[in-house]
């Protein structure tokens, strides 16, 4: 699905995605993915199944008020253990279809919300 890009071209934000990929700013990106609104980087976990606390409390580095979960074409939770380094920081982890983090992303982004999505298996 092609999603339409704001006016804030400063800022990384999701242009389209699909089966396997998304799109930041134009660009595909295949696997698993961190976004924030200044940079993508490749994030460790293939798929939901190879998921782990270190996973999360890594995202810690970056500062985030809030984490999007991306878990594919359909929402699955991770048990609350492999997050407890988000809960403990008092960082916000919402879990989402794909479709669902991308829009929601975008428009966190644009408020100017420090937030980070994480894409598995994009």
Known sequence: MKLHRSTTTHLNQFTGYGEGYVLVNEERFDGSVIVTTSEVREWR????????EGDFAELLQLDPEMVLLGTGDRIRFPHPRLSRALMAARVGL???DNGAMCR???VLAAEERRVVAVVLGA
């Open 45 to 52: 976990p293939a798929d939901f199944a190879a998921l782990e």
């Open 94 to 96: 919402d879990v989402m």
């Open 104 to 106: 929601t992303f975008n």
